[in-house]
């Protein structure tokens, strides 16, 4: 896709500020780090040959095909189709966090319509407390109580007509031309992360519009298939009432 500069501009200052409200800027761990960080993991089902071959991988939840979850803002639902198929560790990291009750209470602290529609995102944990200041929100990610430690989930990326997905590189850096699975089109949701490519941790996004430029460099893990004018109304402080796994709970797998 071409940019005119004045648009290109625009496009670089907008995902700058979604890198930037990726994830907490302390503690950023390479594949390496994150690798040691889960050698207690024990065992995974069908994803196993990829989580045994990508650092970092083996103790994380994956989603063995799709789920449904209703997520409650301003006292409406908006349903999002998680998609497991294209995007297992991705999807299988929101579906966890969701049935742990994590968004549950947090604040959708960056919304971005101008001047044009951006990213509404969320799912900063810190953002439950009311006193956290609010120029710090975006800053954090899901610390899992069994280590101590924020769980990162590495960047993973399903190229049209492959089987498996691209992990830990954009589609760029891979030097991959052809378009991921699942795009940055309206309603799409995806992780924001920071400028390390396995950075997200908890924190989401709604495409408020076709983001096309985003592809390959973010993962897109569902997309909303009912309320997007819920979303469309959200403003920045608004607070998630709830979110609930309402179908395909069965397809999340954990480790042992």
């Given at each position: 896709?071409?940019?005119?500069?004045?648009?290109?501009?625009?496009?670089?200052?907008?995902?700058?500020?979604?890198?930037?409200?990726?994830?907490?800027?302390?503690?950023?761990?390479?594949?390496?780090?994150?690798?040691?960080?889960?050698?207690?993991?024990?065992?995974?089902?069908?994803?196993?040959?990829?989580?045994?071959?990508?650092?970092?991988?083996?103790?994380?939840?994956?989603?063995?095909?799709?789920?449904?979850?209703?997520?409650?803002?301003?006292?409406?639902?908006?349903?999002?189709?998680?998609?497991?198929?294209?995007?297992?560790?991705?999807?299988?990291?929101?579906?966890?966090?969701?049935?742990?009750?994590?968004?549950?209470?947090?604040?959708?602290?960056?919304?971005?319509?101008?001047?044009?529609?951006?990213?509404?995102?969320?799912?900063?944990?810190?953002?439950?407390?009311?006193?956290?200041?609010?120029?710090?929100?975006?800053?954090?990610?899901?610390?899992?109580?069994?280590?101590?430690?924020?769980?990162?989930?590495?960047?993973?990326?399903?190229?049209?007509?492959?089987?498996?997905?691209?992990?830990?590189?954009?589609?760029?850096?891979?030097?991959?031309?052809?378009?991921p699975e699942l795009q940055h089109k309206l309603g799409a949701v995806a992780m924001a992360r920071s400028q390390m490519p396995d950075s997200a941790s908890s924190q989401f996004y709604f495409a408020l519009s076709d983001l096309?430029?985003?592809?390959?460099?973010?993962?897109?893990?569902?997309?909303?298939?009912?309320?997007?004018?819920?979303?469309?109304?959200?403003?920045?402080?608004?607070?998630?009432?709830?979110?609930?796994?309402?179908?395909?709970?069965?397809?999340?797998?954990?480790?042992?």
């Amino acid at each position: 896709m071409r940019f005119k500069v004045p648009q290109f501009l625009v496009a670089f200052l907008i995902v700058g500020a979604l890198m930037l409200g990726g994830c907490s800027t302390q503690d950023v761990t390479s594949n390496s780090a994150i690798a040691e960080a889960n050698t207690e993991a024990t065992s995974v089902s069908e994803s196993e040959t990829i989580s045994n071959n990508v650092p970092g991988m083996k103790n994380l939840p994956h989603l063995e095909g799709k789920a449904t979850v209703v997520m409650t803002v301003n006292g409406s639902p908006i349903t999002i189709e998680v998609d497991g198929t294209n995007a297992p560790f991705t999807a299988g990291n929101f579906v966890d966090l969701v049935q742990k009750g994590v968004y549950d209470g947090l604040v959708f602290h960056r919304v971005i319509r101008e001047p044009q529609p951006f990213v509404v995102q969320g799912g900063d944990p810190q953002s439950k407390d009311p006193n956290f200041p609010e120029n710090k929100l975006g800053t954090g990610g899901y610390v899992d109580p069994k280590t101590g430690r924020e769980r990162r989930i590495p960047l993973e990326i399903k190229v049209k007509g492959e089987k498996e997905p691209i992990y830990s590189k954009t589609l760029e850096s891979a030097r991959v031309t052809k378009p991921p699975e699942l795009q940055h089109k309206l309603g799409a949701v995806a992780m924001a992360r920071s400028q390390m490519p396995d950075s997200a941790s908890s924190q989401f996004y709604f495409a408020l519009s076709d983001l096309a430029f985003l592809d390959g460099n973010y993962a897109v893990f569902g997309n909303v298939t009912e309320g997007f004018d819920v979303v469309n109304k959200i403003q920045q402080g608004d607070r998630i009432e709830s979110a609930k796994v309402t179908e395909g709970a069965n397809n999340l797998k954990t480790a042992n």
